[in-house]
Structure formats: structure tokens, C-alpha cells
């Protein structure tokens, strides 16, 4: 079964009671270098990422973070774009879905005082152009799967299957 893309894939880790374990061990691989990642680990949050000569604009940044449960704690993996990129991509949709609402009230307007109401094509085409910027986000996702799965692959050697 092929999975669907989905925008910031997550995953997670049931630890049991060993999470001071699992950063100590993040640790140690971020600083000994032995995989191509660099990264960060603070108390209960981790960021890794590809070195900045191995970056491109869509890579993957993986953020890990601790969550406690009633059976143990949680570890919840999301990869996305790095912060500013992801940030760009939102403020797209949003003025591209600002776009398309003033055009549908404009519109609206000129068609209750009898002129046509040509400016309603915004809405669609807004929607049409969001729909092209997720395709791109979906594609830029597909081209990444492997740096998603070396990230994976530096932080947990034994579950990069999962």
C-alpha cells in the first residue's frame, strides 16, 4: 500500500520509561558526526537537519519532541520544510485565499448594483492556485523522501523502517 503524502509527516516512538536515554543517545550521535546530520538537542525537544553544504530549499527538518502518557512517554517525530520556508508556504495560502475571498465579495458587490461581476474569478482561480502550490509542496515532499529517511535513519538506526 502506497502512503499518501501528507503536509508535515509525523511519527512516533513508544519509549516506556527510558526518554532521558533516548536524548542522551541523540546527543551523542549529533556531536560525534558519524551521520550526516547536524542538529540540536534541548531538555525535551530535538531538531535535526542536513548540513548546510547538503541543504537544498525543500529539505527536511525534523523536530522531536517528548510527550507524556499514562503507559510511559511518547516520542512524536514531524518532519517539514525548515521554519521559514514553511512560514513562506503558509503565508502563500493565506494571501492567495485572502485573494480569492475579496475577489468573491468585490464581485458579489458588483453584481448586486447590476455591473458583471467579472472580479468572482478570483475565487477560482485562488483555488486553482492553491491547489498548484500543495501539488508543488507534495512533489517537493516526494523528492526529499530519502534525506526524510536518512534524518530518520541518524536519530533511530533500528526503527528507520517504521
Same mark, same amino acid.
Given at each position: 500500500?502506497? #502512503?499518501? #503524502?501528507?503536509?508535515? /509527516?509525523?511519527f512516533t516512538i513508544s519509549l516506556g520509561s527510558n526518554e532521558e536515554a533516548v536524548f542522551e543517545c541523540l546527543d551523542r550521535i549529533l556531536r560525534s558526526?558519524?551521520?550526516?546530520?547536524?542538529?540540536?538537542? =534541548?531538555?525535551q525537544h530535538?531538531?535535526?537537519? =542536513? /548540513?548546510r553544504e547538503k541543504r537544498s530549499f525543500l529539505s527536511p527538518y525534523l523536530n522531536l519532541s517528548l510527550r507524556k502518557e499514562e503507559n510511559g512517554s511518547v516520542l512524536v517525530g514531524?518532519?517539514? /520544510?525548515? /521554519?521559514?520556508?514553511w512560514t513562506g508556504f503558509m503565508a502563500v495560502y493565506g494571501i492567495l485565499a485572502f485573494a480569492g475571498?475579496?475577489? =468573491?465579495?468585490?464581485?458579489w458587490a458588483q453584481g448586486l448594483i447590476g455591473e458583471t461581476a467579472e472580479m468572482m474569478w478570483a475565487a477560482p482561480i485562488s483555488l486553482v492556485v492553491i491547489a498548484f502550490v500543495y501539488g508543488a509542496a507534495v512533489i517537493g515532499q516526494g523528492l526529499t523522501s530519502d534525506e526524510m529517511y536518512t534524518l530518520r535513519k541518524a536519530c533511530f538506526p533500528t526503527q528507520a523502517q517504521n
Open positions: 500500500m502506497v #502512503p499518501k #503524502p501528507r503536509m508535515k /509527516p509525523k558526526k558519524r551521520y550526516p546530520v547536524d542538529g540540536m538537542v =534541548l531538555k530535538a531538531f535535526v537537519q =542536513l /548540513p514531524r518532519f517539514s /520544510p525548515h /521554519p521559514h520556508v475571498l475579496a475577489g =468573491l465579495v468585490y464581485g
